[in-house]
């Protein structure tokens, strides 16, 4: 039998440890979303304004801290701050969502009145890649669900999202 030391059988959610599942919704939960963005934008050609891009790059921080917390087990201090770091990018991209929402329903002035980013490449190519990619306006909704945009959907599931991590977090270490 191994002396290692594991969670009491009350505080383990199913067969994992709470820091486990804390750790895999903060690695699914940004994938989840960052890919159906990149999905909803190159299969449903919704083209991201600038706000939108705001609320990947939280995403993908999040995508690379959770996964790095797979580096190390569970309950350990490392990968436990790794997965709440992952959750505050979670939290942050919610929390632009909750602004985008705000500007797209017209309770809040945008930053910017629109922005496109191309992909690179020689002056040429950036220009045709300008010339092609529409510009979308960070007030104008392109298409809602059950009525709500996307902004406001990331917003929906990212901020509880990120309260469960950190509720599961801290209930590890309670165990």
Do not use: N
């Given at each position: 039998?191994?002396?290692?030391?594991?969670?009491?059988?009350?505080a383990r959610i199913g067969t994992q440890s709470p820091g486990a599942v804390a750790r895999l919704l903060a690695l699914a939960v940004?994938?989840?979303?960052l890919g159906g963005a990149?999905?909803?934008?190159?299969?449903?050609?919704?083209w991201?304004?600038?706000?939108?891009?705001?609320?990947?790059?939280?995403?993908a921080a999040a995508i690379a801290l959770a996964g790095a917390a797979f580096l190390f087990p569970a309950e350990?201090?490392?990968a436990r701050g790794l997965v709440a770091l992952a959750a505050l990018g979670i939290a942050i991209s919610g929390a632009i969502g909750v602004y985008h929402a705000g500007v797209e329903a017209h309770v809040f002035k945008g930053f910017t009145s629109c922005s496109t980013l191309g992909s690179g490449g020689t002056t040429?190519?950036?220009?045709?890649?300008?010339?092609?990619?529409?510009?979308?306006?960070?007030d104008q909704v392109q298409w809602r669900f059950l009525g709500l945009s996307l902004a406001a959907w990331n917003a929906v599931i990212s901020l509880p999202s990120a309260i469960a991590v950190w509720a599961l977090l801290a209930r590890g270490r309670h165990a």
């Open positions: 039998m191994s002396d290692t030391a594991l969670p009491a059988p009350h940004p994938v989840a979303l990149l999905f909803s934008q190159y299969v449903g050609h919704l991201p304004c600038e706000m939108c891009w705001w609320q990947r790059y939280p995403h350990t201090s490392r040429a190519d950036v220009f045709k890649e300008i010339m092609k990619v529409p510009l979308i306006q960070c």
